[in-house]
């Protein structure tokens, strides 16, 4: 269960407050709802170590996460856009999420692969990201985020601005994710994801 | 696909905090010490002198007053070339040619200065092309190219082509909306200069300016040439006179203590205020909005545009014809190569440790500037950056001379400390090419990395190295260049026994081997195209991976 306590967070020139309090059981899928500046993009920030609270907590299966570096948090994230190394190929962009150093096992070289070929992007490992259409290169990240296999994703608009058939692709995914026992925070705009996808939502 | 914590990784070799501020910091340390070192001995040997008795000397008040004048008169004759040149390349976007005449105008970054000379020689000197087709129409013209006149034109040589592509980036730099709505104003001549022009440019004219006037004040290779006698010699060449043949070293610390006054005075007014100003041009597009024009403006910019081209083509010409048959003489193997090899691996010995170390020592200082966290400790590592514009290289080289004095005994120890201070004087400029690429990546990606734990040498190896491979490649080339052409530093180490290439090309100058020299300055050149050619073809495209486009280095890419 992913837990934040009075999580409290000031950007360091404004004089707003930002505060969370909430908790995702896992594998359930969390929609954050809210007009854009209302914070969501913040609170994923926060949850994924890119932003230092000022006080409270965020615990992981009761254990303190909030103190730790981002490349030691069990989440993944994927945003709206520039998920990838723009100037590393797609299988480079996606190896360096399961070994920060491209030291690849043969079983993890195949998974890449696998993955590719599961999602309709078989033989694109050799392309670079501008040589993709936006939904592919989403696909990409995604792929990334789920192979490193940590137990939270969280997910910053992630199908805003695709085509339809993107979306579904991407909704599929993520869906098969959350049935293995993944932990989702959604937050997107969109009416339509939200219901297909939150087992709750949470208004800003 | 299972939701299982994967087993923990071991850290990423050199991830920890230390391995990005460290060596940067003990680099940007050791070399601050090194100066500080150099000026310890200056001032050491000069505070022993009564500084107001040599006020007094006549041949000491001279040398100074004509520095600042020659630099004051270079800075001026250089911006008012500039100016308009810049304009209009601002103005003309596309032509044939325009971004050969880039070219051109950069070269003067990394064209060695003596070779300049002696192209300039081949052209405006006694015996140069444009001087006898003055000698036929005006047989009594009274034209000398030595003294204020050469001095004058080979400093506007180098600089109104530098001056220039700074003032043509500041202009660039005009949002494009700005300049759309003074074309459908249709504003022209004064209206456009006070609305478009002027706000671009003012913000980097002090820099420019201060940039152009320290080194027509530190320059060394241009006066030791084309000047002469005490009424055209400057602080530097007097500096050198002290030390190599009246071993007056007071008075060497002073003047070198003068230079070092004149010189930081100005860049502390420039940073107080700051007007930093890029040293190294960056290829950027504007867009095209034409403008309204008046009648006759087109054929005067095709005309400063063609006399400026002839300006710059001309010397490389002449070394070019002059020095071809040299190199290429009818017998197999000509007595010149005798001198020139071993010249060359001298040349090399000293540049490419030199270059090295420039590169490496930017890539750490920058580390660690990167490094958020102590303000102070973050400073250290940047003002290498400027250090060699504060301390000119001779007047560094003079303290550790100084200093070293008793010690130097053989030349190899003579080689180090030049390659040294040559590196020291190409960090300004490494630093330039490096920090944009470097910079250019976002948060985002950033922040991607760091989830995905790409730390230490992984981020290096992943992130930095694609992107940074042809700016290093160019940084390198710009630092081996830089050592290659140095005459000022290996004058005062070198021995006239074993020459680099600029000194044996100064030394043929000096003995009147005309054809030899222009063959040593063509081999020179043909060298720094090589290097160039060579650095630019290893960054090539890697496998797997897309390097940015090197802000100098690439052919001009529509889009970036």
């Keep these: 269960m992913l837990e934040l306590r009075n999580l409290c967070f000031q950007y360091p020139d404004q004089s707003e407050e930002w505060r969370f309090h909430f908790s995702v059981a896992a594998g359930h899928c969390l929609a954050v709802r809210g007009a854009s500046g209302t914070g969501k993009s913040t609170l994923l920030n926060l949850v994924a170590g890119f932003l230092a609270p000022k006080s409270g907590e965020i615990l992981w299966n009761n254990q303190a996460i909030h103190n730790l570096p981002a490349w030691e948090r069990p989440v993944t994230s994927v945003f709206q856009e520039h998920n990838l190394f723009e100037h590393l190929d797609v299988f480079t962009n996606i190896g360096l999420g399961l070994h920060p150093g491209m030291k690849l096992s043969c079983e993890q070289k195949l998974a890449i692969e696998q993955g590719l070929e599961q999602t309709g992007l078989g033989g694109f490992g050799a392309r670079l990201p501008g040589e993709l259409s936006g939904g592919q290169r989403q696909r990409v990240a995604l792929l990334r985020a789920i192979l490193r296999r940590k137990p939270v994703l969280l997910l910053d608009e992630p199908m805003t601005g695709l085509d339809p058939d993107a979306r579904a692709i991407i909704r599929d995914l993520l869906l098969q994710e959350k049935a293995s026992g993944i932990t989702l925070i959604l937050a997107s705009h969109d009416e339509e994801d939200r219901k297909i996808l939150a087992d709750s939502n949470w208004n800003l | 696909m299972a939701a299982n914590q994967s087993q923990p990784l071991r850290p990423a070799p050199f991830s920890a905090p230390a391995w990005q501020l460290a060596p940067g910091l003990i680099i940007a340390l050791a070399l601050i010490g090194l100066v500080l070192l150099g000026l310890g001995a200056l001032l050491h040997t000069a505070g022993t002198l009564e500084f107001e008795e040599l006020w007094q000397s006549r041949y000491l008040r001279g040398v100074v007053w004509f520095t600042v004048w020659q630099a004051v008169l270079s800075v001026i004759l250089s911006l008012l070339i500039a100016l308009p040149v810049a304009m209009t390349l601002a103005r003309l976007s596309h032509f044939p040619g325009r971004s050969l005449l880039l070219r051109l105008m950069e070269l003067s970054l990394v064209l060695p200065t003596i070779v300049a000379v002696s192209g300039i020689i081949g052209v405006y000197g006694r015996q140069g092309w444009l001087t006898s087709l003055l000698n036929d129409w005006l047989p009594d013209h009274g034209w000398s190219l030595y003294g204020l006149n050469g001095i004058l034109l080979a400093h506007v040589f180098f600089n109104a082509p530098l001056a220039a592509r700074i003032l043509l980036q500041a202009l660039e730099s005009v949002p494009a909306p700005r300049l759309r709505v003074a074309s459908q104003l249709g504003l022209s001549g004064w209206w456009l200069w006070r609305a478009v022009r002027w706000p671009a440019l ?31 010699t400057t602080l530097e060449v007097a500096i050198y006179q002290a030390l190599r043949f009246e071993f007056d070293f007071g008075q060497a610390a002073i003047l070198a203590t003068i230079q070092l006054v004149i010189c930081g005075s100005l860049w502390w007014l420039v940073f107080r205020n700051r007007l930093e100003s890029s040293l190294l041009p960056d290829r950027r597009f504007a867009e095209t909005v034409s403008l309204k024009d008046s009648p006759g403006q087109g054929l005067g910019r095709v005309l400063l545009l ?39 691996g001298r040349s090399l010995l ?211």
């Design chain 2, 202 to 232: 003012r913000p980097v004219l002090p820099g420019v300016s201060a940039l152009v006037f320290t080194l027509c004040f530190t320059s060394f290779a241009i006066i030791m040439t084309l000047g002469g006698g005490p009424r055209a």
């Design chain 2, 306 to 344: 063609g006399i400026f081209s002839v300006f710059l083509t001309l010397p490389l010409l002449a070394i070019a014809l002059r020095g071809l048959p040299a190199l290429w003489p009818a017998s197999p193997m000509p007595s010149i190569y005798g001198q020139l090899l071993p010249a060359t």
């Design chain 2, 350 to 560: 000293i540049a490419v440790p030199a270059g090295l170390g420039a590169v490496v020592a930017s890539l750490f200082t920058l580390a660690a500037a990167n490094k958020p966290g102590n303000r102070i400790l973050a400073a250290i590592p940047v003002t290498t950056g400027y250090l060699p514009l504060i301390v000119p290289p001779l007047v560094l080289g003079t303290g550790l001379f100084l200093l070293l004095r008793p010690q130097l005994g053989n030349s190899a120890q003579g080689w180090v400390l030049v390659s040294l201070i040559n590196g020291l004087m190409a960090i300004p400029f490494v630093l330039q090419v490096l920090r944009g690429p470097l910079n250019a990546i976002d948060k985002n990606t950033l922040n991607q990395a760091s989830q995905l734990g790409i730390l230490g040498w992984y981020r290096w190896r992943w992130l930095h190295w694609p992107r940074l491979r042809r700016p290093i490649a160019l940084g390198l080339a710009y630092g081996i260049a830089l050592s290659l052409g140095d005459f000022g530093v290996i004058a005062l180490f070198g021995s006239p026994g074993q020459p680099t290439l600029p000194v044996l090309l100064y030394q043929q100058l000096g003995s009147y081997r005309i054809s030899e020299a222009a063959g040593t300055g063509l081999w020179l050149l043909l060298l720094l195209v090589t290097l160039f050619a060579l650095l630019s073809r290893v960054a090539r495209r890697a496998p797997g991976t897309n390097t940015e486009p090197a802000p100098a280095a690439a052919p001009e890419p529509r889009h970036a």
